[in-house]
């Protein structure tokens, strides 16, 4: 019997148990708070879009595979996160059709044509909800709650401050309080408004060691500081849009954020702070996704200038 302990293989040489199919269906798992809050706060048209993504983007991986003759992986759950993913960031008056387009963008072009899972350099839901943006703006557009149409917090913010209005007393106009942004009675998309469904998911893969804690804290640390030195307000920047579900559900993508420790805090630092740029002084008053797809393509280049050194290197 041969002495493994001198044997010669090729990487890699350190192996865990733990399956692709474990962590997607834990993120699904953790995903279900979110899921239940927003048909709560939106009824049963937001399950139906939710459905509705997840069906999309199962059966576009099904055929993407079947087409280059790979195995069907349908059943690791990866394409099933996109599709929840996906759907948390729509609002609850998304037409159907468009949330088939956007799930079957989001494997085909976000995944599967850089090949499938483990090779895309994008966030694939991230993908999806920023080509029916630029496709659909006017799709995307309307925000219900209890029935009324309603704008969202960051675009009453923005607002108020653009008609003069000072940031010590935009709080007063825009009329909702911490206690509203955090359990998610506000308008917006259907997983971004509840904080507290997010961070209960977002606990549940901190226990399983899905996630590190560094992309998230880098993110919402640098948002918080910004707003604070602009003058705006901190925590309801923190609380509102869909900063808490990225920071915890799309930065930390394995596939597309950086492997190493000191990558990480660089990856969340800097997605934290071109949220706040776009937040404070862009256009647009939301800027989670952007940020999150401009990042991903440094990640190849933070990992490699915060490698750590092979053993026996010399500078």
């Not at 705006?232 to 849009?241: E, F, K, S, V």
């Not at 930390?252 to 492997?259: A, C, F, G, N, R």
Request: charge should be positive; proline fraction near 5%.
């Amino acid at each position: 019997m041969k002495d493994k302990r001198f044997m010669v293989s090729s990487s890699p040489h350190l192996r865990d148990k733990t399956t692709n199919a474990e962590i997607m269906w834990s993120v699904v798992l953790a995903l279900v708070p979110a899921i239940i809050a927003a048909v709560y706060f939106f009824g049963l048209q937001a399950l139906v879009i939710i459905i509705t993504s997840v069906a999309g983007s199962v059966v576009t991986e099904f055929l993407f595979q079947k087409a280059r003759g790979k195995k069907v992986t349908i059943n690791d759950g990866s394409a099933v996160v996109t599709g929840v993913l996906l759907a948390l960031t729509l609002p609850p008056t998304t037409p159907l059709w468009t949330v088939l387009i956007g799930s079957a963008v989001a494997i085909g072009l976000g995944k599967q044509v850089f090949g499938g899972l483990g090779h895309n350099p994008f966030n694939p839901a991230l993908v999806g909800r920023a080509f029916l943006m630029a496709a659909y703006p006017m799709q995307l557009g309307g925000w219900v709650l209890d029935g009324q149409t309603t704008a969202t917090p960051l675009t009453t913010i923005n607002t108020a401050l653009l008609d003069g209005t000072s940031s010590a007393t935009v709080a007063e106009v825009v009329q909702f309080s911490y206690w509203d942004l955090f359990i998610g009675r506000i308008g917006g998309c259907l997983g971004e408004t509840s904080a507290l469904a997010l961070l209960l998911g977002a606990a549940y893969l901190f226990y399983k060691g899905f996630i590190d804690w560094r992309i998230p804290a880098g993110m919402l640390s640098t948002v918080f500081i910004v707003t604070l030195i602009a003058g705006r307000d901190p925590i309801a920047h923190l609380l509102a849009g869909g900063l808490i579900l990225g920071a915890f559900f799309m930065a930390t993508d394995m596939v597309t954020s950086p492997v190493t420790k000191r990558g990480r805090w660089i990856f969340g630092i800097g997605t934290g702070l071109l949220v706040a740029i776009i937040r404070l002084w862009g256009g647009y008053p939301e800027g989670v996704m952007y940020a999150i797809l401009i990042m991903n393509t440094a990640v190849p280049l933070i990992d490699y200038f915060t490698r750590p050194r092979t053993f026996g290197e010399v500078a």
